[in-house]
């Protein structure tokens, strides 16, 4: 489309990073409009025919009660199976941002790509190892997935972003799948060392995800959830060594637009 698309950001009680996420989207070239998740319950909005993105900010839904992710989840996958389900048939980019990441586990969107009341409950985002909550920033090595914004061509091989979770941890039941996803590739981000090695390594990785999976997408490539706020480094002065590098002479690429704009200009260009 040549068009502008548009980015419904869902609300909902307990994300928190809504406004910043909608901004973000603006910058990058997209128009976005803050959705509550009550009006696509009650029908008053509908996602398929008016929106080109479904964003789910990070936060914590309904204060992370039960599981990170899991009382929204719940919601989505009770009262808008059908329409979710829909809006990924059509072409519509669903992606989920730290918490939103955990929602699109708790709906079955990711990995499988479909949400289901009755989801796989064979994937999991848990406590991280250390179990405790992370903020920092850090090194990601960007995959060669199935993905077609988030990838090495366009965005390079390592970029920086910050995180901020308690429950990051990817978990599968069967140890052999974190291999197996990789193979298919529907890993999108790891967590690197400085050497831009993946790394299951505190404090590199901040949860201990095997192999150092942060990012990931269903085998279309436009259902992505990922635990680290691109929103959060949309402009070099957002980047802790800014002052640093610019006494340095150092250019400051701010890769969180450059993921957001990545998705926008693909969008535009379908």
């Not at 973000?24 to 996602?47: D, H, I, R």
């Not at 920086?160 to 996803?181: S, V």
């Not at 060594?241 to 400051?252: A, S």
Request: proline share 6%.
């Amino acid at each position: 489309m040549s068009l502008q698309p548009t980015a419904a950001v869902l609300n909902y009680p307990g994300i928190n990073c809504n406004i910043e996420t909608g901004e973000a989207f603006e910058l990058a070239g997209a128009m976005q409009e803050q959705v509550f998740y009550s009006e696509l319950k009650s029908g008053e909005k509908t996602l398929n025919g008016n929106y080109q993105f479904l964003v789910i900010p990070g936060g914590f839904s309904d204060g992370d009660d039960i599981a990170a992710g899991r009382t929204l989840g719940i919601e989505l996958r009770t009262n808008m199976t059908d329409e979710l389900n829909r809006f990924v048939e059509a072409g519509g980019v669903i992606i989920g941002i730290c918490n939103g990441f955990q929602v699109l586990v708790e709906t079955g969107l990711l990995p499988n790509g479909k949400a289901s009341e009755e989801r796989d409950k064979t994937t999991a985002l848990a406590h991280n190892e250390r179990d405790m909550f992370d903020c920092r920033w850090g090194k990601l090595k960007v995959e060669d997935s199935r993905c077609p914004f988030i990838t090495p061509a366009i965005l390079g091989d390592i970029i920086e972003l910050p995180w901020a979770h308690g429950e990051g941890r990817f978990l599968r039941n069967d140890p052999t799948d974190y291999q197996r996803l990789l193979d298919n590739g529907q890993v999108v981000l790891r967590y690197a060392n400085e050497g831009g090695v993946p790394t299951t390594d505190w404090p590199e990785n901040p949860n201990g995800s095997p192999y150092g999976i942060t990012g990931l997408c269903d085998e279309s490539g436009l259902v992505v959830g990922m635990m680290p706020h691109p929103e959060r480094f949309v402009s070099p002065e957002l980047h802790p060594n800014y002052h640093r590098n610019k006494i340095l002479g150092e250019t400051v690429t701010p890769h969180g637009l450059a993921v957001i704009k990545s998705a926008v200009d693909f969008v535009k260009a379908a």
